[in-house]
């Protein structure tokens, strides 16, 4: 065995060249294997925020519906209790809308006094109330006074309004059948891309695995008489088998360790600028980062050392009168 590791790295130093192009297909079709196994970890982690950004994002669609041109309009926003993180996220889309006026409530309205819920409505084209507060119900008839268009969003399916829903009230923000519909059709969506990206890194390990083997079958037709003088010299069958898969081994570990680095970098940079850093790494399982890590170098070895076989045996095969014969 350790004659066959001397005599196997002696190779790939020899012709470092082309044991490098065959290391390149090694770290591709791994990084995009790692990439793909990180991504789906990571999309994993971040599941509730990107329901959550999700969400936002529906929100802040129906509102740009409801209001069309915000440009000159006021928009009301009643706050009873504390704000989620989908509400805070809320609040910060619609402080970035170009409403003429934003009136809160525990805020100050226009004349400098503080906004009472049954004022924050006065002159308002939209009334969005926000909050956690059910405990008691809100008078619908204070918060919808003075307001130029009767048109309310209620990010609380729960909350009650003493029992009464008048004309022009919407609280279909969450509730909806559209957006029940608009939530199914984004999970089939990312349902399907999941898939094609499975396929697709089934597909580069196959096209991988043919590198290697082309790439080992090279090098044996180049080794035609060096296997041939090996073999009269009294090396084995199983002695040239053994080589050329240790050979293929320490190929397929090296460019697994380097894809395997490329791979999980890759997601971790695209999510981090997304959803920031903090919350990535706040977020992220470790363990199974790592043990997803160790499974694409131990993939990524056994694959090489696959796809050696047929080079392996066809070397093994050789018969050493002939090899000394050959001209190549």
Request: charge should be positive; hydrophobic fraction near 50%.
């Amino acid at each position: 065995m350790s004659r066959a590791v001397q005599i196997a790295v002696q190779g790939i130093r020899i012709r470092l060249g082309r044991s490098l192009v065959t290391v390149s297909g090694v770290v591709l079709g791994i990084a995009f294997l790692m990439s793909n196994v990180a991504g789906q970890l990571i999309s994993s982690s971040l599941a509730r925020e990107k329901e959550t950004r999700q969400i936002v994002t529906l929100m802040e669609a129906l509102v740009r519906s409801e209001v069309g041109a915000a440009s000159g309009k006021t928009l009301g926003i009643a706050v009873f209790g504390a704000m989620n993180r989908t509400e805070h996220l809320f609040l910060n889309r619609l402080s970035a809308m170009p409403f003429e006026t934003i009136r809160i409530t525990g805020g100050k309205c226009p004349r400098g006094i503080p906004c009472a819920p049954q004022d924050v409505g006065a002159g308002t084209y939209l009334l969005v109330v926000l909050g956690q507060d059910e405990s008691a119900p809100v008078a619908l008839d204070d918060l919808t006074r003075g307001m130029a268009r009767v048109g309310l969003l209620d990010s609380v399916e729960a909350r009650t309004y003493e029992n009464r829903k008048p004309d022009g009230v919407k609280r279909e923000l969450l509730f909806g059948k559209e957006t029940v519909e608009q939530m199914a059709r984004m999970q089939a969506q990312a349902d399907q891309a999941r898939f094609r990206t499975i396929w697709v890194a089934v597909i580069s390990l196959f096209v991988t695995i043919i590198s290697i083997s082309n790439a080992l079958l090279m090098s044996v037709t180049e080794r035609i008489r060096e296997i041939g003088t090996m073999k009269c010299l009294g090396a084995l069958s199983a002695f040239i088998r053994r080589m050329f898969l240790i050979e293929s081994a320490f190929i397929g570990f090296a460019g697994s360790v380097a894809g395997m680095l490329l791979g999980s970098l890759i997601p971790i940079l695209i999510y981090g600028w997304m959803f920031g850093f903090d919350l990535l790494f706040r977020e992220l399982s470790y363990a199974r980062l790592a043990a997803s890590c160790a499974g694409c170098v131990v993939v990524g070895t056994l694959l090489s050392m696959v796809a050696a076989i047929y080079p392996a045996n066809f070397a093994a095969r050789m018969v050493p009168a002939s090899a000394l014969r050959s001209n190549v």
